[in-house]
């Protein structure tokens, strides 16, 4: 069965760079979510997308921001890379009914040097 | 607020022992619950779920109940394997929102 992809799978950035991941849901998934995970820390919700409409949104920097597009993938740019942005970051999709399951993808792990 | 508890790892068992992670949680309304399986350097992927009260949710020998009367979802495998051996995520979702909340994750080390 079709998985969630992320791209790249691994990001190396400088500090004050910009970084764009992108997130393919699953097919006829029409919610996007976003999630970060600092070393051995549970993921945190960021933002989530239904129907290309900014649904909810959690602890995102405001150097962050996210949309969905019309095929339904979604990117997250970051700007203003600081160390502390290092983290792997998860995209998950949902059908988009209340409380239906988020299925994850692999993640990107993103390194700010 | 919502929030979920796990029980602090890590925890070690040799190869056939049983396993419970505890779990609770507190919510608002009435949350739809799972557990997540992290495997070294991988993502995360869905291990069970449940979504209403007495439901019990099971796959690959792993179980847990949906119990509303102690906000609790344990999870239990009757006999673990070295393979099973990750970081498993306790985690909520309620129809107000569509954010899951995690639990602070407990790492699980299997040894021969």
């Known amino acids: 069965a079709a998985g969630v992809i992320q791209s790249p799978r691994h990001l190396i950035k400088e500090k004050r760079e910009t970084a764009t991941l992108k997130c393919y849901p699953i097919p006829r998934h029409d919610t996007v979510y976003w999630y970060q995970q600092g070393p051995g820390q549970d993921p945190q919700f960021l933002i989530s997308?239904?129907?290309?409409?900014?649904?909810d949104k959690g602890s995102i920097p405001d150097r962050f921001s996210a949309q969905q597009f019309s095929d339904y993938h979604s990117e997250l740019n970051m700007s203003s890379l600081e160390l502390g942005d290092s983290a792997l970051y998860f995209c998950?999709?949902?059908?988009?009914?209340?409380?239906?399951?988020?299925?994850f993808g692999p993640g990107t792990r993103l390194l700010v040097l | 607020g919502n929030s979920v508890t796990q029980m602090e790892g890590p925890v070690t068992l040799s190869e056939e022992a049983f396993l419970t992670i505890n779990c609770t949680y507190t919510a608002t309304g009435y949350p739809s619950l799972f557990w997540y399986v992290q495997y070294p350097g991988e993502g995360l992927q869905l291990l069970l779920k449940a979504t209403k009260a007495d439901d019990k949710g099971s796959n690959k020998g792993f179980e847990a109940t949906y119990r509303k009367e102690t906000t609790s979802f344990h999870l239990e495998k009757g006999s673990v394997q070295v393979s099973d051996s990750a970081v498993y995520f306790c985690a909520l979702l309620t129809g107000g929102g569509n954010k899951l909340t995690f639990g602070t994750g407990t790492q699980l080390k299997v040894e021969l």
């Open positions: 997308f239904y129907e290309k409409m900014q649904s």
């Open positions: 998950a999709s949902s059908s988009g009914a209340p409380q239906e399951t988020q299925y």
